[in-house]
């Protein structure tokens, strides 16, 4: 079992910045991949970002390319999403999960999600 614990969530005005933090206590996350997905209200979920712990390699949707930036700190077992230039359309709810190896665009093939942190953009 891997328990995510997200936060960093808020409230931030059109072209400002968040980072989002999802943390995994007292577990080490080599050899998950890591995803960052959102939903917005009425919306189904969407992959957002991804990066997989052991090569670091990341991925992105075409939405958040060039203003995302996901990446992780091995010490703290702790993944991040830088989010700049924030828009209202990036508003919603925001999870981190993880899943064996490889990162998928797929939610249902994640085994383990946190709890979300709303992310609200005021244009």
């Known amino acids: 079992q891997v328990q995510l614990v997200e936060s960093g969530g808020g409230l931030v005005q059109a072209g400002g910045s968040l980072r989002l933090s999802c943390a995994a206590p007292?577990?080490?996350?080599?050899?998950?991949?890591m995803g960052w997905f959102r939903q917005a209200p009425g919306k189904e979920r969407e992959f957002v970002a991804g990066i997989r712990w052991s090569t670091g390699s990341t991925y992105y949707a075409n939405s958040v390319k060039g203003r995302f930036t996901i990446s992780r700190d091995n010490a703290k077992n702790t993944v991040y999403l830088q989010m700049n230039s924030l828009k209202p359309e990036d508003a919603a709810v925001y999870y981190c999960?993880?899943?064996?190896?490889?990162?998928?665009?797929?939610?249902?093939?994640?085994?383990?999600w946190g709890q979300g942190t709303q992310v609200t953009v005021s244009s």
């Open positions: 007292g577990r080490t996350l080599s050899g998950y991949a």
């Open positions: 999960a993880a899943r064996a190896a490889i990162v998928d665009v797929t939610p249902s093939r994640y085994d383990y």
